[in-house]
């Protein structure tokens, strides 16, 4: 990968994991992505006991950009627009802990981006007096989702994750 050194990772979790991992391969300046389980107790979880709520974890999407292209205030931004974070632990007809919004922080300034972004939002009132429910919590070891959830729209076909599609 050129300019590997100027890559950065963000961590997003808002509900099924294939939508979110298909909003944000359609950015530019999106080099990567890679579905997964973060968040919890279990080393190595599968997709079955992530999905039964004893392991803490949610289904997030690891996200590799290239700043230059996109900045990360701007992945906020789409995270914040493809899914509903006043939900508490669900998105549509996923519900769960596993299925929280949260965003996981690699750096200290991806932190103050972050709190700045959900306090942004909250003033907004966009969401008519509801409270913003996203954790906003450090990146911790992520563990990579079996390989049939990568890419799981390119390889299936649209699904019915209750993620909203940007708008380009």
Known sequence: MENE???EKATFAAGCFWGV????RRVK???GTAVGY???TKSQPT?????SGKTGHAEAVEVIFDPTVITYDKLLDIFWNIHDPTELNRQ????GTNYRSAIFYHTPEQKAAAEISKERLSAAKKFRGKKIATEIVPATEFFRAEDYHQQYYEKNGQGYCAIRQIQE
């Open 92 to 95: 549509g007809p996923d519900i």
């Open 38 to 40: 973060t968040g919890g």
């Open 21 to 24: 991992e298909a909003e944000f």
């Open 47 to 51: 997709y079955r006991q992530v999905c």
């Open 5 to 7: 050194d100027r890559m």
């Open 29 to 31: 300046g999106v080099i």
